[in-house]
């Protein structure tokens, strides 16, 4: 389904002032077919780009040092330390074997002060609250148990950060967001600081990985579905990571066989060239803290999709196609019409549309909307969040569409096209099997979780690029605490690497 569908075909209660404007947008925000397959194409030419590159222009390609992924058959207990804003959570992930986990977590906040206070003070702080943590929970290294054999407690580190990753345990801080702006972190390795700061006050812990959400995502996801081929985040913001073939990684020389790669696909197409890029998008991004950066993730977002959409409104206001032409001071403010309106109005099935109503009159001040007015923001919340899900298809296709090209999933016979026009896949003997084990995305993210039809809307586009198999073949699954079992099963891997090493 593209967006143009949704237009209604005749409504005798709509004016041709309305009629047209609303072909006009919908025609704007449709992403048919053909685009999904020339977008498709030109992501994956940036990912192979970014693959044999140091400095690209779009993706990132980060290598992330993650090599292989769980089967769910791991045993052992690990920490895992969650930093993404002011909540600081710290876990205890035992990975029983056979698929099962279980988890003990406890949450800590950031201060406002310590946000900005020198990173040393961060640090001892986090060390603070993993030392709480490990005496409240009774945890010694007695009862925890590593392939290592070590004493000491391993621990993962999702830090939800711009991070230049240079091993599995280090990254360099590239830049502070979220509100933080911590003196002597910028520039040096995280992983040292927090290692720095856990020595010195006598905690028991060693920092074995760090990783980002997505990829803490698809290892959260293996331990219980292991063909997990993709992690990806569709929610206040978008990523995505995959496993690849190392040897399409031309900027260094690795021993592992496949590695999972942070793509930064936010910043896909960021001198718009080819998205379907609106008047109400480029509204949107002028006005926003980061113009012309991360423009991919402004289309398909959480924290994007809201304003996109009051834009559209206040446009057909400005046309008097909407309300009368009358606004209020709320819909007039940035920001004001979030995402969460959006998936309410979106699930409002009643004749008179009530529910859409009262999110008007209690969140926008919108008091005198008619039943045509009702229908129009319904029809707009549909087109922003339908060209959202097919762009988030269209990104996950892509990755998928590099595996069966040149990456781990070549010759592996998954009845998959690789272009528009090609037949499915076959593997070397001729032969495509659509009752192979599928291949897993992990999702996070309350976008895919929750917006009405969003998942609905990611398959009908898997299936018009990848073909009639794709549902069969590519399930799309949501990922539980990535960043806490994922980072414990990150520190598993870095652990039984060194382990074999020696």
């Given amino acids: 389904m593209d967006s143009s569908s949704l237009l209604p075909k005749s409504n005798a209660k709509w004016t041709e002032r309305q009629r047209r404007l609303l072909t006009e947008i919908a025609n704007d925000f449709t992403v048919s077919t053909e685009k999904l397959e020339t977008l498709t194409q030109q992501f994956v030419h940036q990912m192979r780009l970014g693959l044999s590159t140091h400095d690209p222009q779009e993706l990132a390609m980060i290598p992330t040092f993650v090599t292989g992924r769980p089967d769910g058959h791991e045993r052992g207990s690990y920490l895992a330390l969650d930093l993404g804003g002011t909540n600081l959570r710290v876990c205890l992930i035992t990975l029983k074997g056979n698929h099962q986990l279980e988890t003990h977590q406890k949450a800590y906040t950031v201060s406002d002060y310590l946000q900005q206070a020198d990173v040393a003070e961060l640090m001892d702080f986090i060390a603070a609250s993993i030392k709480e943590f490990i005496y409240s929970e009774h945890i010694s290294s007695k009862i925890v148990e590593h392939p290592s054999g070590s004493d000491t407690l391993e621990l993962g580190f999702t830090f939800s950060f711009p991070v230049s990753q240079t091993a ?22 995280i992983v040292m600081l927090l290692q720095l700061a856990l020595d010195r006050n006598d905690v028991n812990v060693h920092v074995a990985a760090l990783i980002n959400d997505t990829v803490g995502t698809a290892l959260a996801h293996s331990y219980s579905h292991s063909n ?39 910043n896909f197409d960021k001198g718009k060239n080819c998205l379907p890029v609106t008047i109400f998008d480029n509204k949107l991004d002028r006005e926003s803290i980061n113009p012309s950066f991360q423009i991919f993730e402004k289309m398909i977002s959480g924290m994007y999709l809201g304003e996109i959409t009051r834009n559209v409104l206040l446009h057909l206001i400005d046309h008097r196609a909407l309300f009368d032409g009358a606004s209020s001071t709320q819909l007039n403010m940035h920001s004001a019409f979030e ?4 998936s309410v109005i979106e699930a409002d099935d009643s004749e008179s549309l009530n529910r859409t109503a009262r999110v008007l009159e209690r969140y926008l001040d919108i008091h005198l909307s008619t039943q045509t007015d009702r229908e129009i923001v319904k029809l707009v919340c549909q087109l922003v969040g339908t060209r ?11 990755l998928i569409r590099q595996g069966l090209e040149a990456g781990s999933l070549r010759n592996q016979g998954y009845p998959l096209k690789t272009s528009l ?19 897993h995305v992990a999702i996070d993210g309350s976008v895919f979780e929750h917006y009405p039809h969003f998942e609905e809307r990611m398959y009908d586009a898997l299936v018009e690029v990848l073909g009639k198999h794709a549902k069969d073949v590519v399930k799309l699954g949501i990922a539980r605490d990535g960043s806490g079992v994922g980072a414990a099963l990150a520190a598993l891997i870095a652990t039984k ?6």
Wanted: a negative charge; hydrophobic letters at 35%; charged letters at 20%.
């Fill in 168 to 189: 599995i345990d280090a990254g360099t801080l590239l830049r502070w967001t979220k509100g933080f702006d911590c003196p002597g972190a910028v520039g040096n390795d």
């Fill in 228 to 266: 997990t081929f993709v992690g990806a985040i569709f929610g206040t913001g978008t990523n995505g990571a995959y496993l690849e073939d190392t040897r399409n990684i031309k900027t260094m020389t690795l021993d592992s066989n496949d590695m999972f790669i942070n793509t930064e696909w936010g």
């Fill in 339 to 342: 995402a969460k309106f959006m």
């Fill in 388 to 398: 959202a899900a097919r762009l988030s298809a269209m990104a996950t296709a892509a």
């Fill in 421 to 439: 026009h090609s037949e499915e896949s076959v593997d070397q003997n001729g032969n495509g099997d659509a009752s192979r084990p599928p291949l």
């Fill in 497 to 502: 690497s060194v382990t074999n090493s020696r």
